[in-house]
């Protein structure tokens, strides 16, 4: 592991569904898993720094699913990979709703410019 963590992987969940936190923390393990297999294949640099670093992983709040899709368009237009996960409506959702999006991995600086003023959960 290197000296620092200059990179990291960021999953905003949504604040305006109730979710138990069970359900919370498997939607944000959903969403940094299928971010980090997404930058492994199409962003390897990065995934390969977010990797050797330790696989930094922070877990902040967004108001409701217009919020995801705003942060999920700059992250995009950032050049960011982005995960949005849609639950299966197996336990406490509805089938498609929308739980959170990661962003990330990437260098600190370029996602905090997405996801720097949110709280952290």
């Given at each position: 592991?290197?000296?620092?963590?200059?990179?990291?992987?960021?999953?905003?969940?949504?604040?305006?569904?109730?979710?138990?936190?069970?359900?919370?923390a498997?939607?944000?393990?959903?969403?940094?898993?299928?971010?980090?297999?997404?930058?492994?294949?199409?962003?390897?640099?990065?995934?390969?720094?977010?990797?050797?670093?330790?696989?930094?992983?922070?877990?902040?709040?967004a108001?409701?699913?217009?919020?995801?899709?705003?942060?999920?368009?700059?992250?995009?237009?950032l050049?960011?990979?982005?995960?949005l996960?849609?639950?299966?409506?197996?336990?406490?959702?509805?089938?498609?709703?929308?739980?959170?999006?990661?962003?990330?991995?990437?260098?600190?600086?370029?996602?905090d410019?997405?996801?720097?003023?949110?709280?952290?959960?």
């Open positions: 592991m290197t000296a620092g963590m200059r990179h990291k992987l960021v999953v905003a969940v949504r604040s305006d569904l109730e979710l138990s936190r069970g359900k919370l498997v939607q944000v393990a959903h969403a940094a898993v299928m971010a980090a297999l997404d930058a492994k294949a199409r962003h390897r640099k990065a995934f390969a720094d977010w990797y050797d670093e330790g696989q930094k992983k922070v877990v902040v709040k108001e409701d699913l217009q919020e995801l899709r705003l942060l999920q368009n700059k992250a995009r237009s050049g960011l990979t982005t995960a996960v849609e639950d299966a409506g197996l336990t406490e959702l509805p089938p498609g709703t929308v739980t959170c999006l990661a962003v990330g991995p990437g260098p600190n600086e370029i996602v410019q997405v996801t720097g003023h949110l709280k952290l959960v």
